[in-house]
Each structure stands twice: as structure tokens, then as C-alpha cells.
């Protein structure tokens, strides 16, 4: 059992209850959402609701509404989060209604979907939340019962007196304990106590997204509204010179044809643009306003240059190739232990521009009148967004109101909430309510992309084959993919880490575990091919280098914890059975820390037809404690998917500033009948606090891939896709 200090007071829960007491309706009931249809011992649609805390809500009939507080990505925190809250509060999960919390961050800290970090930071409060309520409601029936609190137990929402045999349901005393003081202390449970963290919890919109009941922000509709869509200039360095609308304006259902410049006089770090003046058409519906965006005559001009893929590849390689660059670490004497070596091996990896690809494209609601701006749609940083409209708007917070919609995919794209600032511009200008839309061609070619990347690694060997120094110089667009700290940093007496930046005029951005998302790949695929060099089973190798770490660790800024890295890579090659060669099956391996979580990932190839296919991913990971499993493993599948399938066929290529994709007719994602066959996760078990999977399976997958590809073909890849020439 843990002692832990309340943060909040009364007066916070109330400010945030009256705030969340309407929740988001978005014109359909909520109420039986996340409720087993059917199902006996399901409490009834209360008559009155009572706010316990600014998490908790409880109705007359034990029914509990609990409020999830950050953005609804895919990542599953919208049931992982709730069902903390309702461990601590020992209640029924069969009476739990979940709902989406509003923008407050008076009361709900860091409500953000970025890094998977959502319930590493939000572990101890949403415990807290439900420990809180908890005694509140046994004060409560304290009082109604004349006993002391200490007498009292609970189980599922049931408060019983044993000596006197009385007990409370949560209904019957929830009045009472809205009135109650907000303790200053309470108790959370032991782990060995927990009866539904750990458990296997179905998604609380998985009913109605199969159902296809209104839950995104493309759902949300409000009477009167219009709807706008942007042109924006066709090449990177391009802009507006000129424009005719005649035609689109005398359209049907058309009401204006408006320039919108959107960047805040105080950007914040989620502002993120390339084309700061947009053409927008407003109009009645849909299908009008595309037809107005083809009749629209645009001039355009070159502002700045206009590179191409080219370009970005000989930049970069000449950028690793070059004495130039940050040196992030040096440990012992690199320079001196590779000119004494007796062999070296060099490799260099690259990887092209991603685009992010929601199958949601980017869209916002927004009714901006003099005194007020409202806003509804799927964003992952609203907090953001709430200071960037703002300074746009020239509004207080106060008057801003955003509302979270669930995101049909984010990846980080909704991160930088530039849509939602174009649709409050085009509003406030308008004076009506719109909803703005991208179609698929504006979101692919607009920027925000997964940067250009890449890297140069060298590895010294000594006449007996060890591994003597380590280096590696990493070069990115706008971003460097280098994380200087992480394995094998600590593993070796002389390293050295390097890191360049390579400018552009096209917008790069947060994609899936940025950085990562490329350097696990490469390195892991270099450290295989060391482990060949020096004639060593590719786990061994990595675990050799691990005792070492573990038994006398170089540096005092190593990121990881090496016995819990070294841990996954164990079970992975328990689990995987790998050493034991099956026919037909060639594998490789792969394993990487990022955002808190460890994983280690065996892919194996099985040849169908000619052609090498993933038939299984093994998959071991260390999160700490599992909220949930069912969500959990959904996330390592999940990412494992996406890895893959970025790994083999996708990239964004650019000629004269613009871009070669725009849609999916040529912009290649994984099918269906290419994904693995099976996969299988499993866990570490142990009692360290939760860190999160939205993006930890993605990067050490397709290091596995490359590994195994080699293996089935006896050809290293060094340059991503794998499987596109």
C-alpha cells in the first residue's frame, strides 16, 4: 500500500466538473457506448449525476462515468486511462461509462498524445483520482452508516460494514460524497491487490467504430455550417502570385474564395507550415467546394529554392562524409583505437521522406464570433494549440473552448495543429461556423514529413576479432536521427557519435518514434553485420556487449538500463526458439530502447511463390507493468505492421520542389496479404511503473527485416524501401 498527497482541491474539481459536466456530445448518445449490450448486473441510466472528482462522475444507480483525459490516437488510452481510475476506485468495469475530458489543464495534466508517454505521465494521477473518489464514498457511507471509515470495505462498487452486516452501493451514498472534502492523503493499492490493471479490457469505441456510429472529427456536424478547403502552391519554395475565382465564386453553393494567412505572431512549437498564404473556398457542401477548388486560376511564383531527391541525397552523403558536424560524445580515444586496428568494418544506411498518411486526413471545426472561438476536431496537442490560436485570434484562453474528437490516426502529424488554426482564420473571416477538409492529395503534399536521413557507422576490430571502438556519424534533414546515449554507448572503452543537420525549405516533422524510426534499423542491421564479421551468433554478440555495460559501464549518460535491454533479447530468443533452424525459414533479429519500453523482435521469412514473406514476428517487451493487455498487444501489432510495411515499399520523392506522391495510386503502403501471418508478444513481468507502446515496436522491426532478408538472400539493405527500386 502507497501513501500518496492529493494534488487537487476542491475548488480545481469543481472548476474542471462544471467545464466537463456537458461532455462531448457530438450529437449522439454516449451514454450506452462502452456498456455490454445484454449483459445482467449493468446499473441503470441514473436519474441525477454526481461529480465525485473532475475524473469521476456517479449516478444515482452506481452507474460511473469516468473521464479520460487525453487524446484518443488509436493508442487505447481512452480505455487504458479510465480503467487506472477505476482499479483505484474498485468499482464494476460493467458500469463504467468512459468519456472524452475536455481541454483543461487546471486539472488534467500534459493532455497531450505525443512520445508515448500518456500513461507514464499520467500513472500516478489517474491512481490518485481513483483512490480519492474511493474515500470520498467511503466517508460518505461512514457517515450514513455511523461507523468509522476504518471499518469499512469495498469491492466493486460496494461499501460493507462487516460487524453490522450493512453495506452502501456507490449510488446511494455519491450525494453525500460530492459534498465531502477532498482528503489530503489516501492510499493506493498494493500492485499484488490489482483486479483489473493487467487484465485483458475491449476498446470503449470499438463497438461503434465497427458500427461506423460518429466518433471522428470528419463525424462532427453543427447546423449552419459551411465547409472550406485550401489550394496551396503545388511546390516546395513556391508562393502566390496571383489569383482568378470568378468562376469558382459564381458557382452553386459557393459563398467566397479567400486568401488566409495562419501563422501566429507567437508560434508555438506544434506550428509547422510551409505554405503560410493558403487560397481557401468556402461553400455550402462538400462536393461543391472540390469542384470550386478546380475552377479556381492560380499564379504561382518561386520564392525560395526548389530541391529535389537528388539534392537530398548528395547532400547527405556528403554531409556524413565531411569533417563537419556536432560531435555529441567521445569516450577513450576513438581516433586512436581505429588507427591501431587490425580490421575495419564501414557501412552507411539511408531512408527516404515518409508522410504521415492518417486514414482520417486532417479536418477541424471551428465557430469564431467576437467574443468567443469553438473548436472541435481531432488534434494530439490541444494545449498548443489552445496558446497558438490565441495569438492568432487575439482572444484569451479563456474565450477558446477546444473540444477532442477521436483520431482516425495521428502518427504524429496531429501534433502540429496547422489545420486547426487555418480553420479558425477561415471562420473568424467568414463570421459562420465552417469545417475545414483536406482530401488525401492536400494532406500528402502539404509537408510535414518523416525527414531524409542518413548515417555512417564504423566498427574496430582487434587481431582476435573483438569489437575495440565505435563510431557514428548520422545526418537528417532539419533533424539528425542520432541519439548519442543509447546502446552500444556504455559498451565500449573508445566511441564517438556526430550528428549533422542538412537545411531544406520542406516542412519535416515528429513521425512515428522520431529518429528512431530509422536509426534502430540501421544500427541493428550494422551490428549484425559485425556479429558476422567477428564470427558470432548475432544474440550472443549483443549480449556479450551487455555484460559489459552491465559489468563495467562506460560513460555516466547511458539512456538505458542494460539488464532490462539485455531481458528482452533472453525472452525473444527463449520464446523464438532461435538457434534451432526450421526448414524453409530464414529469420533475423533485432532490439532497441526507445520512449521508456524495450523490445526485441525476430522476424522470420518463409519463400511463398517466389517471393520472401514475413510469416511470423516474435516480439518481447519490457513496458513495466501492463494497464492493459488487450490494448497492449494491439499496440506491438500494430507498430510491428507499420514498421514493415514503411521498411519495404513507401518514401516521398521531390523533383523541381514538388512532390511525386499525392495519393495512394502512388504511394505505397503495406497490403494486407503482406503483413505477417502471425505475431506473437509477450511481456516481461515485473512491478516498475508503466511506460508506453505507440511507438517502441515500430523502429527494432525493421532492423529484424534487413537482418532476415539477408539471411534469405545473402544481400545486405542499406537503403529503405527494401523492396522498391
Known sequence: MTLIKTKYNRRSFLKVSGAAGGGLLLGFSWLNGCMPAGESGIASIPNEWFEINGFIKIGDTGLVTIFSPNPEIGQNVKTSMPLIVAEELDVDWKNVVVEQAPLNTDIFQRQIAGGSQSIRHGWKALRMAGATGKRMLMEAAAQKLSVPVSELTVSQGVISHQASGKSLSYGEVASLAATMEVPEEVELKDNKDFKLIGTKVKNVDGQKIVTGQPLFGLDYQREGMLIAMIIHAPAFGMKIKSFDATEAKAMPGIKDVITVNTWPDEPQ????????????????????????????????????????????????????????????????????????????????????????NTMEPMNFFAHVTDTKAELVGPIQTPEYLEHSLASLLGMSHEQIDIKMTRMGGGFGRRLYGNFANEAAVISQLMKAPIKLIYTREDDMTQGAYRPAYRVKYRAALDADKNMTAFEVKAAGVDDPPLFANRYPAGTLAHYKATEVKVDSNITTAAWRAPRSNFIAGAEQAFLDEVAEKVGKDPIDFRLELFDKAMANPVGEKNDYDAERYAGVIKLVKERSNWGVETPGIKRGMAAYYCHNSYVAQVVDLAELDGEWRVKKVWCAVDCGIVVNREGAVNMMEGGI?????????????????????????????????????????????????????????????????????????????????????
Not at 530541391?307 to 555529441?328: F, M, P, W, Y
Not at 537482418?707 to 527500386?725: E, H, I, M
Open 641 to 725: 505492421v507499420d514498421g514493415l510495411g514503411h521498411a519495404m515499399f513507401s518514401q516521398m520523392t521531390f523533383k523541381d520542389g514538388k512532390p511525386d506522391q499525392s495519393n495512394f495510386h502512388n504511394y505505397q503502403l503495406i497490403r494486407q496479404e503482406q503483413a505477417p501471418l502471425e505475431i506473437e508478444t509477450f511481456f516481461v513481468e515485473n512491478n516498475i511503473d508503466p511506460t508506453g507502446l505507440g511507438e517502441p515496436p515500430l523502429p527494432p522491426v525493421i532492423g529484424a527485416l534487413a537482418n532476415a532478408l539477408y539471411q534469405a538472400t545473402g544481400k545486405r539493405y542499406y537503403d529503405q524501401p527494401f523492396l522498391v527500386s
Open 269 to 356: 512549437w506544434s506550428d509547422l507550415s510551409a505554405f503560410r498564404e493558403l487560397i481557401a473556398v468556402v461553400g455550402d457542401t462538400t462536393w461543391q467546394v472540390l469542384k470550386a477548388k478546380k475552377a479556381v486560376k492560380v499564379e504561382w511564383e518561386v520564392d525560395t529554392a526548389l530541391e529535389s531527391t537528388a539534392d537530398h541525397i548528395e547532400r547527405l552523403k556528403k554531409a556524413v562524409e565531411s569533417d563537419q558536424g556536432n560531435v555529441a560524445r567521445v569516450d577513450g580515444d576513438p581516433d586512436k583505437a581505429f588507427a591501431e586496428a587490425d580490421e575495419i568494418i564501414e557501412s552507411s544506411f539511408t531512408a527516404p521522406f515518409l508522410a504521415h
